[in-house]
Every structure is written in structure tokens, then in C-alpha cells.
């Protein structure tokens, strides 16, 4: 029996984005876009079809769609999608590549990312915002939280950009994994990177957190966001749609987080509360 199957959602193109990273917290391997349907691929030993319905029953609430699950002949899907991926530039200043890839010249900050199993290449309109807004903010003697770092895109970026203080968190163990591969790959060998949930972070005083997560996982801890930072902290979220913006702001207004700027890409935000 093959150890490689799919799911086939068809669904409204224009929602593949948000369906993909609802289901990227589980271990697909990796996501196609066909213009039937969105496609994604996975391992039964590492992903069961019982997680997955989990998820798609809630998703149902909110969208409508079919799905299909199929065996795939034995071959390593996820190096067929590797050989499928396309850098991102962001602006002028940052390109994301693989480590097949040529270096831009020219670019300031050069960030290699292997992604595999992980979340957070910057493909996605979400992980694109959070680096853009990055650009903007002050990093140099700052302490820092990638909160659901997933590929740690976010951390390599803030040790680029000036801070020295930084942890990195996934409950994911392939995220975990898949994150120290890529801060040896760009050299960022002091970004500490731990695998639990919230509740294994036993540090706090954070300057800045950054988020790129869900929405339930944000909601879930907003409290516990608000414990780990300095006041006046800087907390930087995604993952967020623009029909979720009044829930979130209300979650955090509560907590005592004030909304000091917002972002929209495709049907997604990024959001930036301050700490008070």
C-alpha cells in the first residue's frame, strides 16, 4: 500500500489561499493549486484522514466545498514541489530563495528557506505582509518571539535585521526540525528554537512578538501573549482574514493591546497591537 495519498478539494479558486493555511497546522508534505481543485499531499505515517476531517468539519462551517482523498503511486511528492518553487522578493531589500537557487545580487538581506513540511516561505499573502511591516521597525537591542515560527522565516529575518535576542516556537516537531536546518542554512545559530506550545515559553519581557498563526490560535492566547511582553511591546500578527478583524481587535482590546496599524493583502491582514 502506497505510504503517499492526497486530498482534492474543490473549492472556489479564489479561497485556495485560505484553505491551505488552515490545513498547513497539520503535516502535509505540501499544497498544488489545480484549476480543478486544491490539492494537498501527505504521508499516512506522519498525517491520519481522522486529523484531517477534524479540520475540514469546521472548515465547513464556513466555506463550501468537496473533497476527495486518493493513493499515490511511492515517489517523494514533496521533491516534486520543491523543484516547482519560485523565489519571493519583498520590495527591493529581501528575496527568498532555496538553497537551489541562484543568490540575487543586489538584495540586501538574502534569506534561504528549505521549507519541506513547514509553513512560512512568504508565498503566501500572510508570511508576506509580516516581513514587509518588518522592514519598518527598530530590531537593534530588542528581545523577540516567533510565536508558531514554522520555517522560522520570521526569526532569520529579525537576527538580519539587528536582534540578538530571539526564540523561536512550533508545536510542530517538523517545523521545529525544518527551523534549525534553515538558521544553519543563513547562518543565524543564535535564534533558540524550542518545541512545545505557549505554555513551554518560561521567559518573558519580549519586545516584540510576531504571530503568523490562526485565528483560534490567537484568540486561545491572547492572555497569555499579553504575559509575555514588556509594556509598550510591539505584537505583529497574520493569519487573520478581514472578516475576523472585529473578533481579534475585541480578544486583544481586552488584554489591553492597542490596534496601531493594519495591513490588508488579498483577503487577508496583518495586524500590529502595542502593549499598554
Not at 489561499?17 to 488552515?22: C, L, M, N, V
Not at 536546518?181 to 533558540?192: F, Q, V
Not at 518573558?204 to 504575559?227: E, F, M, S, W
Request: glycine share 4%; proline share 1%.
Amino acid at each position: 500500500m502506497s505510504n503517499y495519498h492526497s486530498i482534492e478539494i474543490t473549492i472556489d479558486p479564489a479561497q485556495y489561499d485560505e484553505i491551505s493555511a488552515w490545513l498547513s497546522q497539520l503535516a502535509f508534505e505540501s499544497f498544488y493549486e489545480a484549476d480543478h481543485a486544491l490539492v494537498g499531499y501527505y504521508q499516512i505515517t506522519e498525517l491520519s484522514r481522522e486529523q484531517i476531517d477534524e479540520v475540514l468539519e469546521s472548515l465547513k462551517m464556513i466555506y463550501t466545498f468537496t473533497h476527495e482523498y486518493k493513493a499515490l503511486e511511492d515517489k517523494n511528492w514533496n521533491e516534486e514541489w520543491e523543484q516547482n518553487f519560485k523565489p519571493v522578493t519583498i520590495g527591493d531589500q529581501i528575496n527568498i530563495r532555496a538553497d537551489f537557487h541562484p543568490k540575487v545580487e543586489g538584495i540586501k538581506y538574502d534569506i534561504i528557506i528549505n521549507p519541506k513540511m513547514a509553513f512560512g516561505t512568504a508565498h503566501h499573502e500572510t508570511t508576506y505582509m509580516m516581513m514587509d511591516r518588518m522592514l519598518g521597525m527598530e530590531w537593534k537591542n530588542k528581545k523577540i518571539l516567533d510565536y508558531g515560527c514554522g520555517t522560522s522565516i520570521l526569526a532569520i529575518l529579525a537576527n538580519m535585521l539587528g536582534a540578538i535576542d530571539i526564540t523561536a516556537i512550533d508545536y510542530d516537531m517538523h517545523s521545529v526540525t525544518n527551523s534549525e536546518e534553515n538558521c544553519l542554512l543563513n547562518n543565524t545559530n543564535d535564534i533558540k528554537i524550542l518545541h512545545g506550545e505557549i505554555d513551554t515559553i518560561k521567559d518573558d519581557g519580549y519586545d516584540i512578538v510576531l504571530a503568523n498563526i490562526n485565528r483560534n490560535v490567537l484568540l486561545n492566547t491572547a492572555a497569555d501573549l499579553c504575559k509575555l511582553m514588556q509594556d509598550d511591546g510591539i505584537l505583529l500578527m497574520s493569519g487573520i482574514l478581514e472578516s475576523d478583524q472585529d473578533l481579534i481587535s475585541d480578544a486583544y482590546t481586552k488584554e489591553h493591546f492597542t490596534l496601531v496599524n493594519k495591513n490588508k493583502k488579498g483577503e487577508w491582514l496583518c495586524l500590529e497591537f502595542v502593549a499598554r
